[in-house]
């Protein structure tokens, strides 16, 4: 368990309990801050159990997302694929076969700037799943000279998967006038239980055109 999977798993639980007028308070970033510090001083615990098929479904619907985003055609011949996420090994790109060069910038979760943004140049298509710290640096730089497709895929009973839309749909707004209204947004239910949102800039669905099946007959 990495710390900064430890904290969002901490983090959507307490949303999850319905403590989000207590989050909001101190917002996302100090209180999973605050939740760590308690882990580490062993007053409260996690149960790996439950840790363990959490951490699944965050597998699955971080794959599913890339999946998602392939299919629609907007990771098709990206030369270079840059993701923000928070674990090296648990990302939206790293279990599709990609054409483009793929990238990875390791931030915790949080919408504030608690650390210092990595300085990796940012041309080429950005990739985010979810809401991480200096997320507004990144897509300020990707809006410069790269394009992007980020959003959410999540439980869509989950308090935390509404908590993250609603950013999201607040982030096109500021997203709009940094990119003069170019960018755009889609919406979609998947298996009647999980929603998928995604902002898109600079960057259009490119389909792979399917392969014909030729059949050949014999003489007889």
């Known amino acids: 368990m990495t710390e900064n999977l430890i904290k969002r798993y901490l983090l959507e639980k ?26 580490k001083q062993g007053k409260i615990e996690i149960s790996e159990l439950k840790f363990s098929l959490w951490l699944k479904n965050l597998k699955s619907r971080k794959m599913l ?46 919408d504030c700037y608690c650390t ?12 985010i799943n979810g809401v991480y710290a200096n997320q507004l640096i990144y897509l300020a730089r990707s809006c410069s000279n790269g394009s992007f497709t980020v959003g959410y895929y999540g439980d869509k009973d989950s308090l935390y998967t509404k908590k993250t839309l609603e950013y999201y ?34 960057t259009k669905p490119v389909l792979e ?11 007889r």
């Not at 007028?21 to 605050?34: L, R, S, T, V």
């Not at 090296?88 to 949080?110: A, D, H, Q, R």
């Not at 014909?212 to 014999?218: E, H, K, L």
């Open 209 to 219: 055109k399917p392969t014909p099946v030729i059949t050949r007959f014999s003489e």
């Open 65 to 110: 997302f890339g999946s998602y985003l392939k299919e629609c055609g907007y990771l098709a011949h990206q030369n270079r694929i840059i993701e923000v996420t928070e674990d090296e090994n648990i990302c939206t790109t790293s279990g599709l076969f990609l054409k483009g060069k793929k990238e990875k910038i390791i931030e915790p979760v949080g």
């Open 116 to 127: 210092q943004p990595n300085p990796l140049n940012l041309k080429g298509h950005l990739v």
């Open 169 to 202: 749909k607040y982030l096109r707004n500021v997203l709009q006038n940094m990119t003069n209204n170019k960018c755009e947004e889609t919406e979609d239910t998947i298996l009647y239980s999980d929603k998928v949102y995604v902002l898109i800039y600079n």
């Open 14 to 39: 307490a949303y999850e309990e319905g403590k989000e007028k207590e989050i909001a308070i101190i917002g996302d970033n100090m209180y999973q801050d605050k939740m760590f510090n308690l882990f």
